[in-house]
Nanobody, 121 residues
Framework: QVQLMESGGGLVQAGGSLRLSCAASGIIFSINAMGWYRQAPGKQRELVATITTSSSTNYADSVKGRFTISRDNAKNTVYLQMSSLKPEDTAVYYC???????????????WGQGTQVTVSS
């Protein structure tokens, strides 16, 4: 079983920065892509950013230029550096990994339990 452990959430003033981390551990697997999603109260869960094993990235329009996703393949860890934070960034942020156990062909989506990010104005 793949376990995703998120950290780095907290309370920050508008314009500030936070760095989220997500480390994958557990079973032997290969990760195809990792990403961050977020869900605010009363809102749908939305994609924030994704990154492939070759470090190709994709960002939601709302965070382009402010957030940076990166990964350390050796540590199976993905990061989300958030700067110029706005109150509308307030949400629970979830780490996601698309991974394939070495013993089977299918891939699975794994989710972390989420970390709260609150941005005050």
């Amino acid at each position: 079983q793949v376990q995703l452990m998120e950290s780095g959430g907290g309370l920050v003033q508008a314009g500030g920065s936070l760095r989220l981390s997500c480390a994958a551990s557990g079973i032997i697997f290969s990760i195809n892509a990792m990403g961050w999603y977020r869900q605010a109260p009363g809102k749908q869960r939305e994609l924030v950013a994704t990154i492939t094993t070759s470090s190709s990235t994709n960002y939601a329009d709302s965070v382009k230029g402010r957030f940076t996703i990166s990964r350390d393949n050796a540590k199976n860890t993905v990061y989300l550096q958030m700067s110029s934070l706005k109150p509308e960034d307030t949400a629970v942020y979830y780490c996601n990994a698309n991974a394939k156990p070495y013993w089977e062909a299918a891939t699975y989506n794994y989710w972390g339990q989420g970390t709260q990010v609150t941005v005050s104005s």
